[in-house]
């Protein structure tokens, strides 16, 4: 599966804003495991690639750049309001950046935390050469 960009719909007619998940819409995976990442402090995350773990990154509040490499090269692709969404399957090398003040991404999983990180690939030059030997991209 390759990256998929999205919107979640977001309804206000109450005077409020309600973005509902449907995970059976828009999750290609079972959730095993939600986290939240604030990174309004202008923090970067650590940029890596998984063996296993898919990932749905959802942006709640304000924008941030997320770097991938589908094997083609980093590209960046900003996400920018509430809703706004990428699913990341295993072997896709990703990041984020460059969060406004007000940014907080929830990411769901399809995989269980686990500390020992022997799904993650966290050198990009190993990462290059796997995801072209075992994909062959």
């Known amino acids: 599966m390759e990256c998929k960009i999205f919107q979640f719909k977001s309804f206000n007619d109450r005077?409020?804003?309600?973005?509902?998940?449907?995970?059976?819409?828009?999750?290609?995976?079972?959730?095993?495991?939600?986290y939240f990442m604030d990174l309004g402090s202008g923090a970067a995350t650590n940029q890596h690639s998984h063996k296993l773990e898919e990932e749905v990154f959802i942006q709640v509040k304000g924008s941030s750049t997320i770097v991938i490499d589908k094997?083609?090269?980093?590209?960046?692709?900003?996400?920018?309001?509430?809703?706004?969404?990428?699913?990341?399957?295993?072997?896709?090398?990703?990041?984020?950046?460059?969060?406004?003040?007000?940014?907080?991404?929830?990411?769901?999983?399809?995989?269980?935390?686990?500390?020992d990180r022997t799904d993650y690939l966290e050198d990009y030059d190993e990462y290059l050469k796997i995801r072209k030997a075992i994909l062959k991209v």
């Open 15 to 34: 005077g409020y804003n309600l973005t509902p998940v449907e995970l059976k819409d828009s999750v290609p995976f079972e959730v095993k495991r939600l």
């Open 71 to 115: 094997g083609n090269g980093k590209e960046e692709i900003k996400l920018s309001g509430a809703g706004s969404a990428i699913y990341v399957p295993a072997y896709v090398w990703h990041g984020f950046k460059a969060g406004s003040s007000d940014c907080i991404i929830l990411a769901l999983s399809s995989t269980n935390y686990s500390s």
